[in-house]
């Protein structure tokens, strides 16, 4: 195979690989949105609630959503950086 | 035996046509041409079913309305109610839509083939589209060689539709030069006699064929050509119409009772559609008349009045039979019933019908893993010695908990072997064998699918090394250890039951998917205060050392229990498409994430106390 070729399907690749990152990305922001609306509600619910029981249920699911959101986030950067040593 | 004969028949007929005449040779081969195409057309809208049409039929198909849309829609897209046909059985066999859905779809493709008719005689025989063939197959040739999908797949349409023009200007010409030698109107039958066996000349040709659409192109030709009397195509559409039914019914075969069901709905749609219009032939003709003089169509315009006759017959079969959809939904789910097994363990929606299109046979797996979690679930629910129509109640769990204070014979091992092992194998044949046309994103899907299956076989092994204990120390004098062992219990009931409603749910999200995650929560956070609580109990003598030991080990189980059944979950539970649950898996939190969210809430919880 020639050099320019084989640059060719390199570029491609790498277009291909970028393509799908953007997609990723597009498709994390999204969870992450619905995840910050949900941890919204819930500390709403939380503030108003008064069942000892459900609270307790209720400050689990908050730190659940937090923790998954903050994990999402993390990935949302490392593929901006990706992106950028690329 | 009739099978067997057939084709060599045929060979026979069309060999001797052949010799005695060019004409019919060149007729022959434009069918020939127009049904290659029609299977390239085929070839070439697969390549765009990915994931685009399972979300169309979820979204279509919840009304009849919608349903019939989308027939009519689809096929006058795909100019193929062959393909609409076999889709919609995969997707039916695959338990993707309802049997009333599948019916309106058909109904609706028989209505949308009407628009070949008009395209044919309209325009195909008024330009000369051989022209327009050419190029169309010189460019589609060169892009299937493309490696990409969606190139390939035009290329496949284009060379399709090239064909198509390419076959219908074959059989074009073929019949004008036959005009020359022979005068097919000579053996023209007037009257009912006429009208049957034409409609029987019309059914046969299109059972050969297995296309209504190459039939239709056929009988305009030859009308246009004036071979055939005007009278005689009318009925050679009709037979045309009811033949069709075959493709759907040889799709069948390969399907379960669902897809065998849509078949004889086919049939029935049609055979009464043609019949009503054999019965009314003569007031048809009146009324394909008035209708072409009012919308400027000539009177001597054979080939035009032929396509209004088609759309009109269609029409009035579409508004007899809507209204009775529902009962003949009743009636074929009475009629035609699934073949009783007796095994628990029996596949319902593994079947070759279900592995044409590629999410039709991830929706068949999915919906066989949840077959599969339902059996397990089962047995989870007796190795706890507990009924699972009880924990899926309303009942406070605590009620039934407290009511079930006797063991329930349970053996996981034989109930394992009779209504697990053998459906979780089927499911890894089948996903093995049709992986192969899958896109990236969809084996991912599948090997998901997969790790739930094994997810689900790995509770239920959990759950035989708990029951031992568990069977033993929730009926024992001792009310302490017999409080921890009920405690367990309710905790797996509750993840049984909190996976329940999940499932129930139409519409879950990646919130609600992801939310699952407090159930591993729950469970890790008892186990891990499981430790102080055991401690004391021991130190104040309320329960053995071996007790404790036990306890221990079967709140570990409990926990991995939990954990596979809320990973299964997540995947199986799911209404996202293909990507986003890509980032829910992502997303969900690992045991080493999990604990530190245990210990920053305990962490918390130590300041709050101190600060108290």
């Given at each position: 195979?020639?050099?320019?070729?084989?640059?060719?399907?390199?570029?491609?690749?790498?277009?291909?690989?970028?393509?799908?990152?953007?997609?990723?990305?597009?498709?994390?922001?999204?969870?992450?949105?619905?995840?910050?609306?949900?941890?919204?509600?819930?500390?709403?619910?939380?503030?108003?609630?008064?069942?000892?029981?459900?609270?307790?249920?209720?400050?689990?699911?908050?730190?659940?959503?937090?923790?998954?959101?903050?994990?999402?986030?993390?990935?949302?950067?490392?593929?901006?950086?990706?992106?950028?040593?690329? | 035996?009739?099978?067997?004969?057939?084709?060599?028949?045929?060979?026979?007929?069309?060999?001797?046509?052949?010799?005695?005449?060019?004409?019919?040779?060149?007729?022959?081969?434009?069918?020939?041409?127009f049904l290659?195409g029609m299977l390239s057309l085929e070839e070439g809208f697969k390549?765009f079913t990915?994931?685009?049409l399972e979300?169309l039929l979820?979204?279509t198909t919840?009304?009849i309305?919608k349903s019939l849309s989308f027939g009519v829609v689809s096929t006058t897209l795909m100019q193929s109610s062959s393909l609409v046909s076999v889709i919609t059985i995969s997707f039916l066999s695959a338990g993707l839509i309802s049997l009333t859905a599948g019916v309106g779809i058909i109904f609706g493709a028989n209505l949308g083939t009407t628009t070949g008719a008009?395209?044919?005689?309209?325009?195909?025989?008024?330009?000369?589209?051989?022209?327009?063939?050419?190029?169309?197959?010189?460019?589609?040739?060169?892009?299937?060689?493309?490696?990409?999908?969606?190139?390939?797949?035009?290329?496949?349409?284009?060379?399709g539709?090239?064909?198509l023009?390419?076959?219908?200007?074959?059989?074009?010409?073929?019949?004008?030069?036959?005009?020359?030698?022979?005068?097919?109107?000579?053996?023209?039958?007037?009257?009912?006699?006429?009208?049957?066996?034409?409609?029987?000349?019309g059914l046969?040709a299109t059972v050969v064929m297995q296309s209504s659409h190459a039939t239709l192109v056929?009988?305009?030709?030859?009308?246009?050509?004036?071979?055939?009397?005007?009278?005689?195509?009318?009925?050679?559409a009709i037979g045309a119409n009811i033949g069709t039914t075959i493709t759907a019914i040889i799709g069948s075969l390969s399907a379960n009772v669902e897809g065998r069901r849509l078949a004889v709905a086919h049939l029935i749609f049609n055979a009464v559609t043609g019949?009503?219009?054999?019965?009314?032939?003569?007031?048809?003709?009146?009324?394909?008349?008035?209708?072409?003089?009012?919308?400027?169509?000539?009177?001597?315009?054979?080939?035009?009045?032929?396509?209004?006759?088609h759309?009109?017959?269609n029409?009035?079969g579409v508004?007899?039979m809507l209204?009775?959809i529902?009962?003949m939904v009743?009636?074929l789910?009475?009629?035609l019933?699934?073949?009783?097994?007796?095994?628990?363990?029996?596949?319902?929606?593994?079947n070759e019908a279900a592995s044409d299109l590629p999410e039709a046979t991830?929706a068949a797996?999915?919906?066989?893993?949840?077959?599969?979690?339902?059996?397990?679930?089962?047995?989870?629910?007796?190795?706890?010695?507990?009924?699972?129509?009880?924990?899926?109640?309303?009942?406070?769990?605590?009620?039934?908990?407290?009511?079930?204070?006797?063991?329930?014979?349970?053996?996981?091992?034989?109930?394992?072997?009779?209504?697990?092992?053998?459906?979780?194998?089927?499911?890894?044949?089948?996903?093995?064998?049709?992986?192969?046309?899958?896109?990236?994103?969809?084996?991912?899907?599948?090997?998901?699918?997969?790790?739930?299956?094994?997810?689900?076989?790995?509770?239920?092994?959990?759950?035989?090394?708990?029951?031992?204990?568990?069977?033993?120390?929730?009926?024992?004098?001792?009310?302490?250890?017999?409080?921890?062992?009920?405690?367990?219990?309710?905790?797996?009931?509750?993840?049984?039951?909190?996976?329940?409603?999940?499932?129930?749910?139409?519409?879950?999200?990646?919130?609600?998917?992801?939310?699952?995650?407090?159930?591993?929560?729950?469970?890790?956070?008892?186990?891990?205060?499981?430790?102080?609580?055991?401690?004391?109990?021991?130190?104040?003598?309320?329960?053995?050392?071996?007790?404790?030991?036990?306890?221990?080990?079967?709140?570990?189980?409990?926990?991995?229990?939990?954990?596979?059944?809320?990973?299964?979950?997540?995947?199986?539970?799911?209404?996202?498409?293909?990507?986003?649950?890509?980032?829910?898996?992502?997303?969900?939190?690992?045991?080493?994430?999990?604990?530190?969210?245990?210990?920053?809430?305990?962490?918390?919880?130590?300041?709050?106390?101190?600060?108290?």
């Amino acid at each position: 195979m020639k050099i320019s070729k084989l640059i060719k399907k390199a570029e491609a690749f790498i277009r291909s690989d970028e393509q799908k990152r953007k997609e990723k990305k597009e498709y994390l922001k999204k969870v992450i949105k619905k995840l910050r609306k949900h941890e919204k509600q819930l500390k709403e619910e939380y503030e108003a609630c008064s069942d000892f029981e459900k609270s307790r249920q209720l400050k689990q699911e908050i730190a659940l959503a937090y923790n998954q959101r903050k994990k999402g986030v993390k990935m949302l950067k490392s593929l901006k950086k990706k992106k950028k040593t690329d | 035996m009739l099978r067997k004969l057939l084709l060599p028949t045929i060979f026979l007929v069309l060999g001797y046509g052949f010799w005695v005449s060019p004409d019919f040779k060149e007729i022959a081969a434009g069918v020939a041409v127009f049904l290659f195409g029609m299977l390239s057309l085929e070839e070439g809208f697969k390549a765009f079913t990915g994931g685009l049409l399972e979300k169309l039929l979820k979204k279509t198909t919840d009304t009849i309305w919608k349903s019939l849309s989308f027939g009519v829609v689809s096929t006058t897209l795909m100019q193929s109610s062959s393909l609409v046909s076999v889709i919609t059985i995969s997707f039916l066999s695959a338990g993707l839509i309802s049997l009333t859905a599948g019916v309106g779809i058909i109904f609706g493709a028989n209505l949308g083939t009407t628009t070949g008719a008009w395209l044919v005689a309209g325009l195909g025989l008024k330009v000369k589209i051989s022209a327009y063939a050419m190029p169309m197959l010189v460019f589609g040739i060169l892009l299937i060689f493309q490696k990409s999908k969606e190139l390939k797949g035009m290329g496949y349409v284009l060379a399709g539709l090239g064909f198509l023009f390419l076959g219908i200007h074959y059989m074009k010409e073929g019949f004008e030069a036959f005009k020359d030698t022979i005068d097919l109107t000579a053996y023209a039958v007037e009257g009912y006699a006429g009208v049957f066996l034409f409609t029987l000349i019309g059914l046969f040709a299109t059972v050969v064929m297995q296309s209504s659409h190459a039939t239709l192109v056929l009988i305009i030709t030859a009308l246009s050509a004036q071979q055939i009397t005007y009278e005689n195509a009318l009925a050679l559409a009709i037979g045309a119409n009811i033949g069709t039914t075959i493709t759907a019914i040889i799709g069948s075969l390969s399907a379960n009772v669902e897809g065998r069901r849509l078949a004889v709905a086919h049939l029935i749609f049609n055979a009464v559609t043609g019949f009503v219009a054999i019965l009314f032939i003569y007031q048809l003709t009146g009324l394909v008349d008035a209708a072409s003089a009012l919308v400027g169509i000539a009177a001597d315009n054979y080939t035009l009045k032929l396509a209004v006759f088609h759309t009109i017959f269609n029409t009035i079969g579409v508004v007899l039979m809507l209204p009775v959809i529902p009962a003949m939904v009743r009636f074929l789910e009475r009629a035609l019933k699934a073949a009783e097994t007796g095994r628990r363990s029996a596949p319902k929606y593994l079947n070759e019908a279900a592995s044409d299109l590629p999410e039709a046979t991830l929706a068949a797996v999915r919906q066989e893993t949840l077959h599969l979690y339902d059996n397990a679930a089962a047995i989870i629910a007796g190795g706890l010695s507990l009924k699972l129509d009880e924990i899926h109640s309303d009942k406070p769990l605590e009620e039934v908990i407290f009511k079930a204070r006797t063991v329930i014979p349970t053996n996981i091992d034989q109930e394992y072997a009779e209504s697990v092992k053998s459906l979780y194998a089927d499911i890894v044949d089948f996903s093995s064998a049709y992986q192969g046309e899958m896109s990236a994103d969809q084996v991912e899907e599948l090997f998901r699918l997969r790790a739930a299956g094994r997810d689900i076989v790995e509770a239920i092994k959990d759950t035989k090394h708990l029951q031992k204990n568990l069977s033993r120390y929730f009926v024992a004098d001792n009310p302490y250890i017999q409080h921890e062992y009920n405690t367990l219990r309710m905790r797996l009931a509750s993840v049984l039951r909190e996976l329940y409603k999940v499932r129930q749910e139409e519409k879950n999200d990646s919130v609600i998917i992801l939310s699952l995650d407090r159930l591993r929560l729950d469970m890790e956070e008892y186990d891990h205060n499981l430790n102080h609580s055991l401690s004391s109990l021991i130190r104040q003598k309320l329960i053995t050392g071996p007790m404790s030991v036990s306890l221990m080990n079967d709140s570990g189980y409990a926990s991995d229990v939990t954990r596979k059944l809320v990973m299964m979950g997540e995947v199986l539970f799911s209404n996202s498409d293909l990507k986003t649950k890509n980032i829910e898996q992502s997303l969900s939190l690992d045991d080493e994430e999990l604990t530190e969210v245990i210990q920053e809430q305990q962490a918390a919880k130590g300041e709050r106390s101190r600060a108290s």
